[in-house]
């Protein structure tokens, strides 16, 4: 029985390290700039929204955390407390919702909250959050609430492209397994 335990441990372990590694470079590898809020467009969402479809809430909210969250790390570090809540929350909503679904219109449900909590917790730290942060420490003075709405219409474009990858990711992943 400890055999399995630790070999779970191992296997969720392995599965976390390469999904926040997938959203670490989907992260990375198209990164459109945003002016007005020095934020950028990006698809490391596809990978924690698929992490979390495959493999749950606690997968794909740490994928969440982690991946996108060290893509920052490179170039926008301002951002780094803003994309691990918000893509750890993504994570977690998403696979609470779709995991082992039995139903594409779960899948879809799951995937649709994912994009609203992509939109509306980014506008929320970047209008709200930050701008608070920053009478206390100048490094979170990035945006603003003006800002924030502008980046509405790229946030809401990545999170419908992303959840559109990641949905095909997960089909192709559940045909394999019949």
Do not use: C, H
């Not at 934020?39 to 493999?55: C, I, K, Q, S």
């Not at 977690?92 to 994009?115: C, H, M, N, T």
């Not at 930050?130 to 945006?143: E, I, N, Q, R």
């Not at 980046?151 to 192709?172: D, H, K, M, R």
């Amino acid at each position: 029985m400890k055999q399995n335990q630790e070999m779970n441990v191992l296997f969720r372990t392995g599965i976390i390290a390469a999904f926040a590694t997938l959203a670490f470079v989907g992260t990375m590898m198209i990164r459109i700039p945003i002016p007005v809020t020095g934020g950028y467009f990006n698809l490391g969402d596809t990978f924690v929204m698929a992490a979390a479809l495959l493999y749950g809430p606690m997968v794909g909210g740490l994928v969440g955390m982690i991946g996108p969250a060290a893509a920052d790390a490179i170039g926008f570090p301002q951002f780094i407390l803003a994309t691990a809540v918000v893509k750890g929350i993504e994570g977690l909503a998403v696979g609470a919702i779709g995991w082992k679904g039995q139903s594409s219109a779960r899948s879809a449900v799951a995937l649709g909250v994912g994009i609203a909590i992509l939109v509306s917790v980014y506008y929320i730290f970047e209008a709200v959050i930050y701008p608070v942060l920053a009478t206390a420490v100048p490094f979170f003075g990035v945006t603003d609430a003006k800002a924030a709405l502008a980046e509405i219409p790229p946030n809401l474009l990545q999170g419908i492209i992303s959840a559109l990858v990641a949905y095909g990711i997960v089909t192709l992943f559940q045909r394999k397994e019949q």
